[in-house]
């Protein structure tokens, strides 16, 4: 199955030259759907990860039901003010602004193995904070992995010495 055919494409948004890879019509579609988190599940099945890490929001879609596919924890990596207990901060730019992550400060223990999922790679802002994120609470990413990637942005540049994963590229 082709799940590519299941990702919208909308111009100008959510400023005008930007466009938006949508996978709601994926989401949506419980063949495309399960056939997305397969992929994940297939790649990290016995790869001895602990814990998956979704960046919010769309990181949690794929990420929760692939650390139930592997049997690891899963970790919510979210906006500001959004976390209720002590948590660790990161600033990032993003390819039209800039904004912050949380986690909270007890979410990994060092040598903790992780493997960090979002629905699209763009500029590797996000990514790359989120990486920070982990590395100051001692874990070890071992992976990052990504529903798309837009290549000509260059967000691999942004995780140099990681694996990164990607299933669909444009």
């Known amino acids: 199955m082709s799940i590519e055919g299941l990702i ?8 005008p030259g930007i466009l938006f ?9 419980a063949e495309g759907f399960r056939h997305a988190i397969d992929l994940f599940v297939d790649r990290f099945k016995g790869s001895g990860v ?8 769309r990181g949690y879609m ?3 039901p692939l650390a139930y596919g592997i049997g690891a924890g899963f970790i919510p990596v979210r906006k500001p003010g959004k976390l209720p207990y002590s948590k660790l901060s990161e ?6 602004g800039t904004n912050s992550l949380e986690i909270h400060a007890d979410a990994l223990q060092s040598g903790d193995r992780v493997v960090v999922v979002d629905d699209l ?3 590797g802002g996000t990514a790359a904070a989120t990486r920070r994120l982990l590395e100051r609470l001692g874990a070890k990413v071992e992976a990052f992995a990504f529903l798309i990637e837009l290549d000509a942005l260059k967000g691999r540049d942004a ?3 990681s694996e990164v994963v990607s299933f669909i590229r444009y």
């Open 8 to 15: 919208r494409a909308i111009p100008d948004f959510p400023l």
């Open 50 to 57: 602990q814990h998956v890490v979704g960046i919010e929001a």
């Open 121 to 123: 790679l763009a500029t």
């Open 62 to 64: 794929l990420g929760a």
């Open 91 to 96: 600033s990032y730019a993003l390819e039209y």
């Open 21 to 29: 890879r949508d996978i709601t019509p994926l989401l949506k579609d």
């Open 159 to 161: 995780l140099p010495g």
